[in-house]
């Protein structure tokens, strides 16, 4: 009897190694990445819910003569193609207008320029009493990067 349970032993009773993978611990890890992501993502946008309407407005047509401001990177203001100094802004608008506040002004600025420059220049339009200014900027579809 003996030596059938030393040939017992070496056979049928080793403990078999297991090659399977548990995913338990992965699918919980997965899970809480989930409810992370899910709680994160809302407070990530930071968009406004706006339906905008779409314009069906024809683009107007260039003026005969338009009356051009180009803000430069250096801050210099032209009128036109001649440099004019920020005093004297308000009388070289009045001499290119004729006088009517109700021309319409187009604002060119440099990309160099900041957000708070352009608003000094179309400030500075304002206090002349020019209300409509377009800004004047580049199509995008015309632009090669």
């Known amino acids: 009897m003996a030596v059938k349970l030393a040939s017992r032993r070496s056979g049928d009773d080793d403990m ?3 090659h399977e993978i548990n995913v338990t611990p992965f699918i919980d890890v997965m899970l809480v990445l989930l409810i992370v992501f899910m709680v994160a993502a809302p407070l990530a946008t930071v968009d406004v819910g706006v339906d905008l309407p779409a314009s069906t407005a024809e683009p107007q047509p260039r003026p005969e003569k338009p009356v051009f401001v180009s803000l430069k990177p250096d801050l210099s ?10 005093e004297g802004l308000t009388s070289a608008l009045d001499t290119a207008t004729g006088g009517n ?7 060119r600025a440099d990309k160099a320029v900041s957000y708070g420059d352009l608003m000094a ?3 500075l339009l304002r206090d002349a ?3 409509k200014v377009a800004l004047v900027g ?3 579809r015309a632009v090669q990067p």
């Open 16 to 18: 078999v190694e297991a």
């Open 138 to 140: 580049l199509d995008g």
């Open 101 to 107: 506040k109700d021309e319409r002004i187009f604002l």
């Open 121 to 123: 220049a179309m400030n």
């Open 77 to 86: 203001l032209a009128l036109g193609e001649e440099m004019v100094p920020r």
């Open 129 to 131: 009493g020019y209300l």
